[in-house]
């Protein structure tokens, strides 16, 4: 990401098929451009996975925001949804509804699996 980019980042697992498809889906419903998209591997070389912990950078997907803060997981996952244009609507419902974190860690935990079931290894 340079310095001063408006855009979000969005760093995946690009050895990964679910990851891969998750990116490509996500990339399909950003219809503004509002976010770059770059491999695990790419961000943390790059330095842009700085913030996080060395052994949580290829645990789950990151969404480095404009201003440089790194959101992990599902903690992303709602910043993710507010970005996309489906999500003006969808996500100040979400942050005001019950239980609507939890849920989503959920879901996130359930997907995640995919992730580490094997289907995805990292270059070494």
């Known amino acids: 990401m340079q310095a001063g980019s408006f855009k979000y980042t969005l760093a995946y697992d690009a050895y990964c098929g679910p990851c891969t498809k998750f990116k490509q889906l996500v990339n399909m419903l950003d219809k503004h451009e509002k976010i770059d998209y770059v491999s695990l591997v790419a961000a943390d070389h790059g330095g842009m996975l700085d913030a996080v912990a060395p052994d949580l950078r290829y645990a789950s997907f990151h969404l480095v925001l404009p201003g440089g803060i790194v959101k992990s997981g599902s903690e992303a996952l709602m910043e993710l949804i507010a970005i996309l244009p489906c999500g003006r609507i969808v996500a100040p419902v979400m942050r005001h509804m019950p239980g609507s974190k939890a849920l989503?860690?959920?879901?996130?935990?359930?997907?995640?699996?995919?992730?580490?079931?094997?289907?995805?290894?990292?270059?070494l």
């Open 104 to 123: 989503l860690a959920a879901i996130y935990r359930a997907l995640s699996r995919l992730h580490d079931r094997g289907s995805c290894k990292r270059p």
